[in-house]
């Protein structure tokens, strides 16, 4: 009977040692799921809004493992209780070999159910790799389709010409008889590029042309009809605007007689507290076009810093538009590099995509209220400075490690006038020639870098000397000329339409 009890002993001792080993296995195998459950669990990079549904599987699969750890755990927890039960019956007689045999068979089918988890696991886990492989080939396509989208743009603004020039009937306004189409500009039928005036009198300050001596034509990039709307304005020179945002520094004029709506192309109407969106002009629009793109750009690793500026050339001399001290005085300085035009003690607004509602209303507003402006015969509300809206821009792609750094200049230029016109006098008369000059000026640099030059006259004038880094080499160029519909202007739109042919010949040809 002793020797009995000696076996018997013995084989619980032995069945024993079996659970525990089997037990040990089972712990490292649960501690080898725990450490697969901790990879599963890494954070995962934020996806653009095309992988929404990828990352969404993602998360599914991610919460299935959660649920899987936790059946891991309940395992463990039945486990531990299996063992507390085998240490209970070692005690107790024969009837324990039959608790045994019913552990061992529960033991057997927790095995094989920790065996399938771990085959979910791994399936899962590899579902996740091949996610995320996926994504971040997509991530890349994106980033490589954004770069050739850049150089495509830029050819493609290169081949429509670095320097371009533009022509805008305004239209007539109640006092000139807005209901009446002008019958001195006839636009040619299928072309949206040639403008042609006829002249029912012959004035005597009009040179005539033998053989035709009442009709003028004229041929540019685009000619807009006085019913063009803003948008329509606007949406021809949106490519140019997006330059800018790509890295190149951008000029747009508005050129032409005092009158000729050039202030209502580049701003709109008169500032309000009731602007419809449908009439403002080419600022306001570009800045909602650029802080639009810029949030676009967000998806592909690009942030940009922007900073706004506006000011007034008035007699060769800068005025701050958004400052409150006219009598600090403003000169132009390079930076060393030779890469960037600054201007000291100019009123730097940092710019965010927050604030695009309130931001181009209230810097209009203030810049309206600052500029100098005066009457002459020529115009009730004459602007007597050009006016120049500058936005830096500076991205950078903290994916790839690219840098850009472009500026874009709004410039709404002081009307040109014949002084014997305006019948200018005083500080009327100084401001009429200076703004003629510095015009004058405009053109000759313009002329100069069209022809290719070897010496550009930037410092002729403030205005070029101001914008010498955005006008030569890879920059863009873009001249409004604008014209009044008013037949009593036909000498002053003959003039403006001379010039910008000039310039756009002398372009084309270069």
């Known amino acids: 009977m002793k020797d009995k009890e000696v076996k018997f002993q013995q084989e619980v001792q032995g069945l024993q040692d079996e659970i525990n080993n089997s037990m ?44 899987m750890t936790a059946e891991t755990a ?7 209780t299996a063992r507390s039960q085998l240490e209970t019956k070692s005690a107790e007689s024969m009837s324990i070999t039959n608790d045994l045999n019913g552990v061992r068979i529960q033991l057997e089918a927790k095995i094989g159910e920790c065996q399938r988890l771990n085959q979910v696991i791994e399936k899962l886990e590899q579902d996740v790799r091949n996610y995320l492989a996926t994504i971040q080939e997509k991530d890349a396509e994106l980033r490589s389709g954004e770069a050739e989208r850049r ?25 000139e008889g807005a209901k009446m189409y002008p019958s001195h500009i006839i636009f040619a039928e299928g072309s949206d590029a040639n403008i042609k005036l006829l002249q029912s009198s012959q004035p005597s300050d009009t040179p005539s042309t033998k053989g035709n001596s009442n009709k003028y034509e004229f041929k540019f990039d685009k000619v807009f009809h006085p019913d063009s709307s803003q948008e329509n304005v606007f949406n021809e020179v949106s490519q140019l605007v997006q330059s800018a945002l790509d890295g190149y520094n951008v000029c747009i004029f508005a050129y032409g007689q005092t009158g000729s709506g050039k202030t209502y192309t580049m701003e709109g109407p008169p500032v309000s507290d009731n602007v419809n969106y449908t009439n403002v002009g080419i600022i306001p629009r570009a800045v909602a076009q650029i802080f639009n793109s810029a949030k676009d750009l967000k998806e592909k690793g690009w942030k940009y810093h922007m900073e706004a500026s506006f000011l007034e050339i008035y007699n060769e001399t800068i005025r701050d538009l958004l400052g409150s001290n006219n009598n600090v005085k403003h000169e ?58 500058r936005l830096k821009l500076i991205g950078e792609n903290t994916i790839t490690n690219e840098n850009c750094e472009g500026t874009l200049n709004l ?37 100069a870098l069209a022809n290719k030059d070897s010496h550009i006259p930037y410092r002729n004038s403030k205005l070029t000397y101001l914008l010498q880094n955005s006008l030569g080499g890879n920059s863009k160029t873009l001249m ?21 042919t000039t310039v756009s010949i002398i372009v084309s040809y270069c």
């Open 24 to 67: 040990k296995k089972y712990e490292y195998e649960i501690e080898l799921l725990k450490l697969s459950k901790e990879n599963l669990q890494r954070d995962r990079e934020s996806l653009g809004n095309q992988l929404s549904v990828a990352r969404n599987e993602a998360s599914t699969f991610q919460q299935t493992i959660t649920k």
């Open 74 to 80: 309940s395992i463990m927890t039945e486990l531990s």
């Open 151 to 175: 150089k495509l743009h830029n050819c493609v603004q290169e081949l429509k010409g670095n320097i371009r020039v533009f022509c805008r009937v305004r239209p007539l306004t109640n006092s």
């Open 332 to 389: 132009i300085r390079f930076t060393p590099d030779k890469k960037d035009v600054k201007v000291t003690n100019l009123t730097i607004v940092n710019v965010t995509t927050e604030d695009e509602a309130s931001f181009v209303h209230k810097l209009l507003a203030k810049a309206t209220q600052n500029r100098a402006v005066a009457a002459t015969e020529c115009n009730e509300r004459s602007s007597r400075s050009h006016s120049v809206f």
């Open 411 to 447: 410039i709404d230029l002081a009307g040109s006038e014949r002084v014997f016109v305006s019948k200018s006098t005083g500080e009327r008369l100084t401001e009429a020639k200076n703004i003629n000059k510095s015009l004058s000026n405009l053109g000759i640099v313009i002329l």
């Open 480 to 500: 409004f000329v604008n014209i009044s519909p008013y037949e009593v202007s036909f000498q002053e739109s003959l003039n403006s339409l001379r010039f910008a």
